[in-house]
């Protein structure tokens, strides 16, 4: 197995148009882990990891992979995992993040064994 490929996206009270940082992966299967760490107080909040066929695609929307809701209790985790040849995958804002809190998506793909 290669070395695991990391992305970290601060989404504090972001709307549902935030996206996180891509993380490109090619065309190979990867293992991948999702963490949805949340700090203070939230209300509300779902984040979708994501993926599309090409870096940058801005062409329309982005496939869901899962869905993770934000913990709504301070210092927390939520978190999902997914095996799949990917291209590309991102963390993206689905619903607000409310209540004056924040929370950081976490990206991890690690590639499968031939």
Same mark, same amino acid.
């Given at each position: 197995?290669? /070395?695991?490929?990391?992305?970290?996206? #601060?989404?504090?009270? /972001?709307?549902?148009?935030?996206?996180?940082?891509?993380?490109?992966?090619?065309?190979?299967? *990867?293992?991948?882990?999702?963490?949805?760490?949340?700090?203070? +107080?939230? #209300?509300?909040?779902?984040?979708?990891?994501?993926? !599309? *066929?090409? #870096?940058?695609?801005?062409?329309?929307?982005?496939?869901? &992979?899962?869905?993770?809701? &934000?913990?709504?209790?301070?210092?927390?985790?939520?978190?999902? *995992? !997914?095996?799949?040849?990917?291209? &590309?995958?991102?963390?993206?804002? #689905?619903?607000?993040? +409310?209540?004056?809190?924040?929370?950081?998506?976490?990206?991890?793909? &690690?590639?499968?064994?031939?």
């Amino acid at each position: 197995m290669g /070395a695991p490929a990391r992305t970290v996206t #601060s989404l504090t009270a /972001a709307t549902g148009t935030a996206t996180g940082s891509e993380l490109v992966l090619g065309s190979e299967e *990867h293992y991948i882990t999702a963490y949805v760490h949340s700090t203070g +107080t939230i #209300s509300a909040g779902v984040i979708t990891i994501e993926e !599309a *066929h090409d #870096s940058g695609y801005a062409g329309g929307t982005w496939a869901s &992979v899962s869905a993770i809701t &934000v913990p709504t209790s301070g210092n927390q985790i939520g978190v999902a *995992h !997914a095996v799949g040849v990917y291209s &590309v995958i991102r963390a993206r804002v #689905s619903t607000a993040i +409310t209540g004056g809190g924040s929370a950081t998506a976490i990206l991890i793909a &690690v590639p499968a064994a031939s």
